[in-house]
């Protein structure tokens, strides 16, 4: 997953703002969904049991994206807007 996570900054419109994402399309083939699998963002996540056809189980999820961004957000956001305010005072 951490090849598929990525940084987004849009600096411009009512959207401004930074994101990290994590991108399926980025992902090997057939686990596009697995990032929201494993933070339990999909209801249940099936799988055979080592590639089994006949044995499947039911895994369930283990969140710790989300729940790490969550604890670092107000960290981030005071840095973030440190940057802008700085900027700011270069352009003025």
């Known amino acids: 997953m951490s090849r598929a996570t990525r940084l ?7 959207n ?3 994101a990290i994402r994590v991108d399926g399309r980025k992902m090997p083939d057939r686990q596009g969904s697995l ?6 963002t999909k209801p249940r996540w099936r799988h055979p049991v ?12 283990h969140p710790y994206f989300y729940r790490v961004m969550r604890a670092q957000g107000p960290k981030s956001r005071k840095a973030v807007n440190k940057v802008i305010d700085g900027i700011t005072k270069d352009i003025k």
């Open 35 to 40: 990032p929201a699998y494993m933070e339990g």
């Open 50 to 61: 080592f590639g089994n056809q006949e044995v499947w189980v039911q895994q369930p999820p």
């Open 8 to 14: 987004e900054v849009k600096k411009s419109g009512k």
């Open 16 to 18: 401004a703002g930074v």
